[in-house]
């Protein structure tokens, strides 16, 4: 009877890191199915040259770091940053666009900061605004979607599987006018000398609330964040600062209707990439703070920065800077918003320089 | 009954299967008498027993083994009659399979009793005297720390203890020693609380089981009925809230200072195991030498609960309750959640309750352990709301500072955080060794202080020598001038009064020829005229043919021959 002795506890729950990253990919299917039945078939390849570049990336910087390859590829992150960078990506990206992204999410966002679990900043966020910075004419051109043309017949959306790839693979093959578009973000923060109405009434692309085909590839993300939620793969302290305080910003600098309008709070809350950035970006939790207090923080300050950077700053959607921003944050506010242990009057706060208890 | 007890939730917890019902159905058993029994001197926290008995002593059953060595120490009695076969290191309960030291006590298959003195009314003793009789029937806590029980019960004497609180959670999966023994012995615990309220006078009593013992719940109520001060109090069912701290917070909603005692707040908890063999030593006047022991696991064909002996191996429990030998993966002593893998070849001692057999499907070895993704399961499930992924994260930097800032000593191990942990992280032995590291610092620490302290005395000790050596030169050097100024006032005084007169200091100028002013004036005269002669004569040795230094030297003589003279015709005359 040879048993190695064992630590406790000799039981394990069941919840492991790759069924949660899979819950994740598996959230964003509601939104994923959206955004393929409004933009075509751009989404899908997206996700696919995402998750190709990311796993062989991955592979490799693992070969290279002599790391078990299969074992850490097995944990599904490298997917799971693949899948949030491709779904913020605009829809028939080109592909070294996506490879540039994923490229440096992957190597600098990931494994020079030592893989998985180490890196302070959210990879895909850091991808992300890379090519944001780098490519803003391919990074704000995105396509107008199905039924659009019933309203502007200027506009055609690019649904062919054939077409979409000749966008992507062979950029410029195909005429840039007539199937790209700026978003309803853009539209709103551009304008200066329209009304709200006189604006949706020229503008099809801001629809009823946020921009139509954007309000409901929104409330996709929510009810995919819902299921998480459910799942308890996160706690609501995220998302919940960071919606909270964005809708409270939007509230408190909405000019009403007029031109001067900065956007409604249902405008902010649906547009753009709010709801994929409240409930698949600011949870993500190894770049994001610790504790659920820490969370709420750390969610809030997101919201506040996007609300300010989509308002009064030079880009349209803000969501990816916010993050970054907020995890620079992240520890600081782990020092401060640490909870009260048992039996202790107070928590200690702070980041315990110069004060050692016991040394 | 007066007012609801009010249930507090308390933070995290976690609630993994329960595994109790298969070790439920068979009652308590009685395994057979084992051949060979170890008992360890340590079987509990503190100071081990020193034995009482020698090799080849025959003891019957209940005798006193060994006794105990202050109060952080605990008796030893016989399980049964026998021989004393030896006394030294044997087999013992613990994860790193030392041997410890021990009393090897071989049956003589009688199991006779010692002579017991029950005591007929307890209320007519005083709570010191009832104390001690728990004490001298070697009685520490049955819930797994194993604290001497008299010791605990005096060990805040001037905090006034207002609630006693029984603890019959057992919360953790597959332990149901608790529950059985209030099951099938309620009246006998209900006394042993009793006795405890004559020592403690609490004014109220909580008995708090996890509602997932329904049975045990209703035999106690029946049991306490009679007396109101007693309740029993079902509290929800998830773990720990078996944890001393935690069922404390349960109940009274307060919480135990950090590094403090339950006490401190007026409260202390007793097993209901500790309970019954209160009972026992007071009602029966038996001493500890028994306990309900859980066999449970898979790997046993009929999982059930025994009234062992204290000491019976391992391996005859498992082999009482059938084990399957080919099915065992993971032997634990304890629950899953707190306990350790032992070898079967150890006994069981006065804190084991629980033997699981585990099979491979029940217990599967961990897989290998992924980077933390500070996913914050592992804080949501903490009932002590620390952080355990940051605690983690300092541990591996080994980052005592801020693991101590992070409250790792308030850790209670219970495992919840490790449970839940995604990436399979053995959290809970990153913080028992971080704990062991700051110890171990802590105790160069001291030491060093200590080697500081006695440098700095010796310094100072020295320094303080060499101030009394130079106080006392000082003092001689004082005494000398004094003794100085003295002879020298003498000698003024004897010049004007002469010697005649001054009978010892004639006595002295015999010894030292004393001269007056004309002689010494001569005196020195004379030595210069003999030093000046000695100078010349070595010039002129060394210049033998200078003619000015013979004529110089011949001088010379002459001089000194002079004042020689009259020196010695001075001195002549006065001696005369």
């Known amino acids: ?359 | 009954m007066t007012a609801q007890i009010r249930i507090h939730d308390i933070p995290g917890g976690i609630h993994p299967p329960e595994n109790k019902a298969q070790s439920t159905t068979r009652g308590v058993e009685q395994p057979p008498l084992p051949a060979r029994l170890i008992l360890p001197l340590l079987q509990h926290i503190g100071v081990p027993a020193e034995p009482v008995v020698k090799v080849g002593d025959h003891v019957l059953k209940g005798q006193l083994l060994a006794t105990a060595q202050g109060r952080f120490s605990c008796a030893l009695h016989a399980p049964t009659s026998g021989t004393i076969a030896e006394i030294g290191p044997a087999p013992y309960p613990h994860v790193s399979g030392l041997h410890e030291p021990a009393i090897v006590l071989d049956s003589d298959g009688e199991d006779r009793w010692v002579e017991l003195e029950p005591i007929a009314d307890y209320r007519a003793l005083d709570h010191v005297t009832l104390v001690e009789k728990l004490a001298a029937a070697g009685i520490s806590g049955m819930g797994g720390a194993g604290f001497p029980t008299a010791t605990k019960l005096l060990s805040r004497p001037d905090h006034r203890i207002e609630t006693l609180i029984i603890n019959g959670a057992e919360c953790e999966p597959y332990i149901t020693a608790d529950d059985m023994t209030m099951r099938h012995y309620p009246a006998q615990v209900v006394t042993g609380i009793e006795i405890l309220m004559h020592v403690l006078t609490p004014e109220q009593v909580l008995i708090g089981i996890e509602d997932n013992k329904p049975e045990a719940i209703a035999a106690m109520r029946e049991a306490a009925q009679h007396n109101p001060t007693i309740r029993v109090v079902p509290i929800p069912t998830k773990y720990p809230s078996g944890g001393e701290k935690q069922l404390i917070q349960i109940l009274t909603g307060r919480e135990v200072p950090s590094g403090g005692l339950p006490a401190d707040i007026g409260v202390l908890c007793q097993n209901t195991g500790t309970a019954l063999a209160v009972h026992d030593a007071v009602m029966l006047g038996r001493p500890l030498i028994s306990r309900v022991v859980t066999l449970t696991g898979g790997a046993l064909e009929r999982p059930t609960n025994v009234q062992a002996l204290i000491g019976t191996p391992i391996s005859e429990l498992l082999a009482f309750a059938g084990l399957q030998r080919e099915r065992l993966h993971r032997l634990v002593l304890g629950g899953p959640m707190m306990g350790f893998t032992v070898d079967p070849q150890a006994p069981i001692i006065k804190t084991s309750n629980c033997l699981l057999a585990a099979t491979e499907q029940e217990l599967p070895t961990p897989p290998p352990a992924l980077p933390c993704i500070r996913c914050g399961l592992c804080a949501e499930a903490c009932p002590a709301q620390l952080l355990p992924q940051q605690l983690h994260w300092f541990a591996l930097g080994k980052d005592y500072p801020q693991l101590q800032r992070y409250n790792l000593f308030d850790c209670i191990e219970c495992g919840a955080c490790a449970y839940v942990c995604p990436s399979s992280i053995p959290l809970v032995q990153y913080f028992r060794a971080g704990k062991g590291e700051i110890r171990a610092i802590e105790q160069q620490h001291t030491k060093a202080e200590q080697s500081r302290v006695r440098y700095e005395q010796r310094l100072e000790r020295l320094q303080r020598e060499a101030e009394q050596r130079e106080r006392d030169r000082q003092a001689r050097a004082e005494k000398a001038a004094r003794a100085k100024a003295a002879r020298e006032a003498r000698e003024a005084q004897e010049q004007q009064t002469g010697a005649a007169t001054e009978p010892d200091l004639a006595r002295v100028k015999a010894r030292i020829p004393t001269l007056s002013p004309e002689q010494k004036q001569l005196k020195i005269a004379a030595a210069t005229a003999r030093m000046a002669l000695q100078k010349a004569q070595k010039q002129l040795n060394a210049n033998p043919d200078n003619s000015d230094l013979q004529a110089q030297v011949v001088q010379l003589e002459q001089a000194h021959a002079e004042a020689q003279q009259a020196f010695e015709q001075a001195t002549s005359q006065e001696d005369t």
């Open chain 1, 1 to 359: 009877m040879a048993m190695a002795p064992i630590s406790p506890p000799h039981a394990m729950g069941s919840n492991r890191t790759r069924t949660i990253m899979l819950q994740v990919l598996g959230a964003t299917l509601p939104g994923v199915a959206l955004l393929t039945w409004f933009f075509g078939w751009g989404t899908l390849i997206n996700i696919l040259l995402a998750s190709c570049f990311a796993l062989v990336i991955e592979a490799l910087i693992l070969h290279l770091r002599k790391r078990p390859v299969m074992f850490f590829l097995n944990d599904g992150s490298a997917l799971v940053t693949a899948w949030l960078l491709a779904l913020a990506l605009p829809p028939y990206s080109p592909w070294w666009l996506v490879l540039v992204a994923t490229g440096f999410a992957m190597v600098f966002g990931k494994h020079l900061y030592g893989g998985l679990g180490q890196n302070p900043f959210n990879p895909a966020m850091l991808g992300y605004a890379v090519v944001l910075v780098s490519f803003p004419v391919e990074m704000t051109s995105w396509p107008v979607w199905r039924g659009i043309e019933e309203l502007q017949p200027a506009l055609t959306p690019t649904l062919g599987l054939l077409e979409g790839l000749q966008r992507v693979f062979i950029p410029g093959s195909l005429p840039a006018d007539g199937w790209a578009t700026a978003t309803a973000l853009d539209v709103v923060r551009n304008n200066s000398a329209l009304t709200m109405a006189e604006l949706r009434a020229t503008e099809p692309a801001l629809g009823g609330m946020a921009g139509r085909a954007w309000e409901w590839v929104s409330l996709a993300w929510l009810a995919g964040g819902l299921f998480l939620l459910y799942k308890r793969i996160y706690s609501w302290h995220a998302p919940v600062g960071m919606l909270g305080a964005l809708a409270l910003m939007s509230l408190l600098f909405w000019n009403g209707d007029g031109s001067a309008s900065n956007g409604s709070p249902l405008f902010h809350l649906l547009g753009g990439a709010t709801m994929l950035g409240a409930f698949f970006i600011v949870t993500d939790p190894v770049s994001s703070a610790t504790s659920p207090r820490g969370r709420l923080v750390f969610g809030a300050g997101v919201g506040v920065l996007v609300y300010v950077i989509r308002v009064w700053g030079n880009y349209p959607d803000a969501v990816a800077f916010a993050v970054l921003l907020m995890n620079l944050c992240a520890p600081t506010i782990d020092y401060y918003t640490a909870p009260r242990t048992y039996g202790h009057a107070r928590a200690t706060r702070g980041m315990g320089k110069g004060q050692s208890e016991r040394h």
